[in-house]
């Protein structure tokens, strides 16, 4: 089975709306494509290699971390955290707070956030990304140096792949937490970050969420971002900005030492360096509604798929 035909058939029976795909080595992309539909509601629009999809959390090691590892040391202190706390996510700050719902969410992350002791365990956390946007001067302007797209013009929106209808699943969150706000989006989300903190706070980018790109820029960000760096565990499986692999459904047919990352919308970037292999998965899995799917068994195929190509 190729990838095509993988993908199309995951498209077609719902896992999400449309996909694309870069697959290559250090030396550049071999292949791309594209499935299914980059919006399907209120209209169609097919999904194709240029399409610009909300990358979500693919923003912390492709944007923030590289900003942040050229700007600071790893044990300077921001808001009283190590640069390397905060990249490891060992602050013990918690997942996730809708910040927008405070009137100054930096005080709010540093009075509400801790969960546990620093250094005591490993909690994948937001706030670890928004703390190190929040330090970093001229942030735009310096992703926008890296290449990366963040606050995507107006006039891309008909190339951008839409993401939930209104800001349910952060009202079920909120709900949970009992956290009252009165301003979500209720409309179709496309062609401005799905996150809300990003979106709310950082006007479309606060750290941890807020880059748009296609899959083979994807793919050329990590080239860039990882070119000359060596990227391994730091602690519990975690690189500096960079999740290492350690077998789960999405990576168990990667080589060891193998990192990458997730975002939210359904999409993933994963380094086989022992078979120079960089793999990009961008699907809008969110569209129009972020119902549970099997996406890390989806990641997983994809990965497999992917280096049965590189064999043949």
């Known amino acids: 089975m190729t990838i095509e035909q993988f993908l199309r058939r995951e498209a077609d029976v719902g896992s999400f709306a449309g996909a694309s795909w870069a697959i290559g080595s250090s030396s ?25 999809f909300d990358c979500a959390s693919l923003t912390k090691p492709l944007v923030t971390t590289t900003i942040a590892l050229n700007e600071f040391s790893l ?8 640069v390397r706390e905060l990249l490891t996510h ?14 100054d ?57 839409a993401t939930e209808w209104g800001q349910r699943w952060e009202m079920k969150m909120c709900a949970e937490r009992g956290v009252a706000y009165d301003a979500f989006r209720d409309t179709l989300i496309w062609g401005e970050t799905h996150d809300g903190n990003s979106h709310h706070l950082g006007n479309g980018c606060a750290g941890n969420a807020g880059l748009f790109a296609t899959a083979p820029e994807v793919f050329e960000l990590t080239r860039a971002a990882i070119a000359g760096r060596e990227i391994k565990s730091e602690v519990e499986g975690r690189g500096l900005g960079w999740d290492i692999a350690t077998g789960s459904e999405a ?45 890390q068994r989806i990641r997983g195929e994809f990965h497999r798929i992917a280096i049965a190509t590189l064999r043949s």
């Open 28 to 52: 550049g992309i071999d292949q791309t494509g594209a499935v299914g539909n980059a919006v399907s509601v209120p209209l169609r629009i097919p999904a194709t290699v240029d399409t610009i």
């Open 75 to 82: 044990d300077q202190k921001i808001h009283g955290y190590t």
């Open 90 to 103: 060992t602050s013990g700050l918690r997942a996730w707070m809708p910040l927008y719902a405070y009137d």
């Open 105 to 161: 969410p930096i005080r709010a992350i540093l009075e509400e956030g801790p969960e546990c002791e620093r250094g005591t365990r490993v909690i994948y956390s937001d706030l670890n990304f928004i703390l190190l946007w929040n330090a970093i001067e001229d942030y735009d302007a310096k992703a926008r140096a890296l290449g990366a797209r963040i606050k995507p013009d107006a006039s891309l929106k008909p190339r951008i792949a």
């Open 251 to 295: 990576t168990s047919m990667l080589s060891p030492g193998s990192f990458g990352h997730t975002g939210f919308t359904g999409t993933s970037v994963w380094i086989d360096r022992a078979r120079d292999l960089i793999m990009v998965l961008l699907t809008n899995r969110v569209h129009p509604c972020a119902a549970p799917i099997a996406i």
